[in-house]
């Protein structure tokens, strides 16, 4: 059965309280499914024909590259939704395969009742205009630091855009895998290019944190690849 506490968490129904969700879903069809850790939820290019939310676990995206390669796009925890910029439009298929990190349940509700509920209820409306966009910036960011063809190129836009323009510290809340995962790379690379960059004076490794030492140089890096 549908959390509403849980729900009231999510981006989708923020500004509602459980009692409020509840009124709002009890008249249309909804669904909660559950899905063991490591499950398939969905295959890249199935239509998007239900909003998904996960009301528990964890999930994550990951496409093919054009090498055959899997790439993990990014996880996603509770309490947010799946694709919901995907629901509408003209090409509504699932950018990219889903699968359950953990053990997981999702709140489903149809296209056309999840519609009702955006023509019913402005708050639901504003929640969804802003989560959708908010995800299209996403999408575009990684669609740019994908386009860095190096390693070395990826880490310096990561590291540029994690440390900000007042710090040159970058607290890494990722393993070496997990951001190898992230990079499209293999933690043998990853760990060899990251050494490179240390030995030539642009980074250093202190446990958990990358220091950045030359900034200036990390940006010409990027003008090169």
């Known amino acids: 059965m549908p959390n509403y506490d849980i729900l009231a968490k999510s981006p989708v129904f923020r500004g509602l309280?459980?009692?409020?969700?509840?009124e709002c879903l009890k008249s249309i069809h909804i669904q909660v499914k559950s899905f063991?850790?490591?499950?398939?939820i969905v295959h890249a290019g199935e239509k998007v024909n239900h909003l998904l939310i996960i009301q528990k676990g964890s999930v994550r995206g990951e496409m093919l590259d054009y090498s055959g390669k899997v790439l993990k796009i990014e996880d996603i925890e509770s309490p947010r939704a799946l694709a919901g910029a995907f629901l509408f439009g003209k090409t509504n298929a699932y950018p990219v395969t889903v699968t359950a990190n953990t053990d997981v349940e999702l709140l489903s509700i149809p296209r056309n009742e999840f519609l009702q509920l955006l023509q019913k209820e402005k708050t639901i409306l504003l929640n969804y205009l802003n989560d959708i966009s908010t995800r299209t910036q996403f999408l575009s960011n990684k669609l740019h630091?994908?386009?860095f063809r190096t390693i070395k190129g990826k880490i310096a836009h990561y590291l540029l855009q994690k440390s900000g323009n007042n710090s040159n510290t970058v607290e890494l809340n990722h393993t070496q895998q997990q951001l190898a995962e992230l990079f499209g790379v293999t933690r043998p690379s990853l760990?060899?290019?990251l050494g490179e960059m240390q030995r030539e004076g642009l980074i250093t490794l202190e446990r958990k944190n990358i220091i950045i030492l030359e900034k200036q140089m990390l940006s010409h890096l990027l003008d090169k690849d």
Do not use: A, G, T, Y
């Open 145 to 147: 630091f994908l386009s």
């Open 17 to 22: 309280n459980s009692d409020q969700i509840n």
């Open 36 to 40: 063991r850790k490591d499950s398939l």
């Open 191 to 193: 760990s060899r290019v």
